[in-house]
């Protein structure tokens, strides 16, 4: 009775097909484009504008931090990759940060010393 079960699972003449490799790997591939298009070139768009507004920095722009901090930009070292702002006009306070961590500008002065 066991061998009438087996047997009559299997097709006498076995012309089971084998599946086709791309339609079984289809998905993934439509996964990994949709993913591309949502999160990796977006992201990859912002990291590009991100550097260009670093890039770009200059004395006397008035800039946010990523912490939230505002202040105007009195210095840039380049070699140690930092920015020194001013936070305070009574006191002078200045804080040094990372240029990376600039989150945009807030406006921008043109340089009136003479």
């Known amino acids: 009775m066991i061998h009438v079960l087996l047997a009559a699972g299997t097709s006498a003449a076995g012309d089971t097909a084998a599946p086709n490799p791309i339609a079984q790997f ?13 999160i990796i070139r977006p992201q990859r768009k912002r990291q590009k504008e991100h550097q260009a507004l ?3 920095l200059k004395l006397n722009d008035e800039v946010a931090t990523n912490s939230g901090i505002i202040g105007k930009i009195v210095n840039i070292k380049k070699d140690k990759n930092t920015v020194i702002l001013r936070v305070d006009d009574k006191t002078g306070t ?3 940060f990372q240029r990376a961590a600039i989150a945009g500008i807030i406006s921008n ?3 009136t010393t003479k």
């Open 26 to 38: 289809l998905p993934f591939i439509l996964m990994f484009v949709i993913l591309y298009f949502l």
């Open 109 to 111: 002065e043109k340089e």
């Open 54 to 56: 670093i890039d770009n």
């Open 94 to 96: 200045k804080i040094e």
